[in-house]
């Protein structure tokens, strides 16, 4: 059984940095795309960062420039780090990785940035 097990997140000041790691246990089948998204209270859940099997990257415009998303196959594992924080980007951070046969998601860590 698969698992998405997430950490690094927490309580930072604007203008500082967190850096969010995911590990996968268990065997995913040809992880194709890693990424991240996340979901403030009363909003939708949104892409923040995709980086896909050859490296090319995907950002949200709001993160771009800030937020930088990798990842290391041989340890099936995603980060985020997340520089020049803002108050805006506090929400639940999901890790996602879609393998061949199914899309994974991981619990969730929360990220608050106070002003």
């Known amino acids: 059984q698969v698992q998405l097990v997430e950490s690094g997140g927490g309580l930072v000041q604007a203008g500082g940095s967190l850096r969010l790691s995911c590990a996968a246990s268990g065997i995913i089948f040809d992880i194709n795309a890693m990424g991240w998204y996340r979901q403030a209270p009363g909003n939708e859940r949104e892409l923040v960062a995709r980086?896909?099997?050859?490296?090319?990257?995907t950002y949200a415009d709001s993160v771009k420039g800030r937020f930088t998303v990798s990842r290391n196959n041989a340890k099936n594992t995603v980060y985020l780090q997340m520089n020049s924080l803002k108050p805006e980007d506090t929400a639940v951070y999901f890790c996602?990785?879609?393998?061949?046969?199914?899309?994974?998601w991981g619990q969730g860590t929360q990220v608050t940035v106070s002003s």
């Open positions: 996602n990785m879609i393998g061949r046969f199914a899309s994974y």
């Open positions: 980086i896909e099997s050859g490296g090319s990257t």
